[in-house]
């Protein structure tokens, strides 16, 4: 019998996590949709796996004998695959880099070449993820080595390294009221409708909405977008306001669309991030020492 890893992996966040609703939040997913994935799991194995309560979900004595096995299985799993996709890239000298939005500003184009050189022959393999991908396929292996703005889902599991900080600004439709401002305090902005990334995004959705800095405000969500040019035009289109990095608007510049200086919140973090088995893994480790070594013409992004 063939079992869908997908499943094995929310029976696995449900068995430890003990309810349907943290499981749920935890994987991102709605709860009615983890529900169903369950139940078709218990479908194709012909036993039941978990006893539901109102205090929650307790495993049975065969869903216990699974919860034993199947967090090795997984990582057994994802670990071949890490490996197969790796050899892959050893053979064909590419490594598989993964970034969101602008990758490292300006210093992309600085950390490709500085690779090429330390590594003749070989090519990095740039690849733009989604936003409802934060962590641009690296927690997946689909990517060797990734360019994210942290924090971002899963995290915890992989190497990080930050290389840079920048203001969190605004982005404004460019009638809105506040566009003719010098500087905006972030609890002005608290009851305008903001452009959010999808929910499965998690952590990463959060900060860019600044969730935790609001002192308990609800969040307003204006519309829902997943790549940088229907976030544009959200905004442009009045639908909603969103915090960005201060650089999106030289590289994110468009008609319609105002970017202006935010008091009161954080900054955003520019990371390199790898899986810990690449600790070792010296084409990896090339690439992150590039990223590294740009470190002192980061720290001050341009005005």
Known sequence: ????????????????????????????VSQPALTKQIKQLETQLGVRLFTRSH???????????????????????????????SAAG?????????????????????????????????????????????????ADGDVDVALLRLPFP??????????????????????HPFAARDLIPFRDLWDEPFVAAPAESGRWRDHWLA????????VRIGAVTEQPDDWLSAIAN??????????AARFYARPGVTYRPVSGVSPSRVGVAWAPA??????????????????????????
């Open 55 to 85: 205090l929650g979900m307790t495993l049975t004595e065969a869903g216990g004998a699974l919860a034993e096995r199947v967090p090795a299985l997984l990582a057994a799993w994802d670990q071949a695959m890490r490996e197969t996709k």
């Open 238 to 247: 009045g639908y909603g306001i969103a915090l960005a990095p201060a650089s």
């Open 278 to 303: 690449d600790d070792t893994h010296p084409v990896v480790q090339d690439f992150v020492r590039c990223c590294l070594d740009n470190i002192p013409r980061l720290e001050e992004p341009p005005a």
């Open 90 to 138: 050893q053979e064909a000298r590419v490594l598989r880099v993964g970034f969101l939005a602008s990758a490292a500003n300006e210093a992309t184009p600085r950390i490709i070449a500085e690779f090429a050189r330390r590594r003749p022959g070989w090519r990095a393999d740039m690849r733009q993820a989604a936003w409802s991908n934060p962590s641009a396929g690296l």
């Open 154 to 175: 899963g995290q915890d599991a992989l190497r990080t390294a930050v290389l840079f900080t920048e203001p969190r600004w605004v982005a404004l439709p460019a009638g």
């Open 1 to 28: 019998m063939d079992v869908d890893t997908r499943l094995l992996r929310y029976f696995a966040a449900v068995a430890e996590e003990g309810t349907l609703t943290r499981a749920a939040e935890r994987l991102f």
């Open 211 to 218: 969730t935790d800095e609001r002192d308990g405000h609800p």
